[in-house]
């Protein structure tokens, strides 16, 4: 897992350098092509359990902003509170590496090794708006 991390790894770094120089939407376009792949081979509302089946219906409709607010919703508490991996990151200086947000993601979440390619637009929005930004936000 280790040498597929760091593939992830290297991926997410060069998004994330491609969404410096052309924008978020980068990013964007990638969610949309990771998003069509993965409701080709999973349910992803049972991979990613939560109170009802719309995050399933995002995915499979092609709506990814829908699709990345639900599976964010879904996720925060778990990485955003006092031992979350989020909290971790920040509290020792990591915020801004998409490189610690992917690995985070990957631990918390445990999917499916081939869901994990969807991660990384994933990643990449999260630092993109910053940890803090991110833990902070529906409070």
């Known amino acids: 897992m280790s040498s597929?991390?760091?593939e992830l790894i290297e991926e997410a770094i060069a998004l994330k350098n491609d969404v410096a120089k052309n924008g978020i939407g980068v990013a964007n376009d990638r969610l949309?092509?990771?998003l069509?792949?993965?409701v080709k081979q999973f349910d992803?509302?049972?991979v990613i359990p939560g109170e009802?089946?719309?995050m399933g219906l995002a995915a499979?409709?092609?709506?990814?902003?829908?699709?990345m607010s639900l599976f964010t919703k879904r996720i925060r508490a778990n990485?955003?509170?006092?031992n979350g991996e989020f909290t971790k990151l920040i509290r020792n200086g990591l915020h801004t590496s998409v490189g610690a947000t992917l690995t985070a993601l990957v631990t918390a979440l445990g999917l499916p090794a081939a869901l994990l390619?969807?991660?990384?637009?994933?990643?990449?929005?999260?630092?993109?708006?910053g940890l803090e930004a991110f833990c902070e936000m529906d409070k």
């Open 32 to 34: 949309e092509i990771e």
């Open 44 to 46: 992803l509302n049972a």
């Open 60 to 67: 499979k409709g092609g709506d990814s902003q829908t699709f």
């Open 79 to 82: 990485l955003c509170d006092g």
């Open 117 to 129: 390619p969807l991660l990384i637009p994933i990643a990449v929005i999260i630092s993109y708006s």
């Open 4 to 6: 597929d991390l760091d």
């Open 52 to 54: 009802d089946n719309s």
């Open 36 to 38: 069509a792949e993965a």
